[in-house]
């Protein structure tokens, strides 16, 4: 049977699974504590069809290098091969979009991003395909905010986005 690596690294916004196929990196997760891995992990074996192997061959070392570059403030782009197998169709094209398209330190709107995959109205559907982002941090969705102004969802968290928001400069940081 195939296998995926995946390991669990601390980060400024608490502990993250991440995990990889030989395609990429094709999983992060957040809040990952023992219930989450768990959880986490036993989906992952059913969509991929695969058995989780804990970091065997070593195709996490450099995710984990650039998230610590990326959190020291260091990184603004990532480069990574990314496995897409767990997002499709109309999803995979916004996620796609947003990682080509939306730079370290700026934001778009849902709107927005869905008229740039030529779905204008489709905005509830970008929220969606945000919500479904198996690659969060990475494929930064904490940078689609509400075109008003407002933060918006965020799978991890409101105080999550904001944190990342608040890195990248957008947000400045929290008093406390």
Request: aromatic fraction near 6%; charge should be negative.
């Amino acid at each position: 049977m195939k296998s995926f690596e995946w390991t669990v690294v601390g980060t400024d916004i608490g502990p993250l699974l991440l995990a990889a196929t030989d395609e990429g990196l094709v999983s992060v997760a957040f809040h990952a504590d023992a219930a989450v891995r768990d959880k986490v992990l036993g989906r992952l074996t059913g969509r991929l069809g695969a058995e989780p192997v804990e970091d065997a061959t070593g195709l996490l070392a450099e995710p984990i290098r650039q998230l610590e570059a990326y959190f020291a403030g260091g990184l603004r782009e990532f480069d990574l091969p990314l496995d897409w197998t767990l997002s499709s169709g109309f999803n995979r094209q916004v996620l796609r979009e947003l990682a080509d398209g939306v730079p370290y330190g700026t934001v778009v709107g849902y709107g927005d991003l869905a008229a740039r995959v030529g779905q204008p109205g489709a905005a509830q559907a970008v929220g969606a395909a945000m919500g479904s982002n198996p690659l969060p941090v990475v494929v930064a969705c904490h940078r689609v905010v509400e075109t008003n102004g407002g933060l918006g969802g965020f799978g991890g968290g409101l105080e999550t986005k904001r944190k990342l928001l608040a890195l990248e400069g957008v947000l400045p940081e929290p008093l406390f």
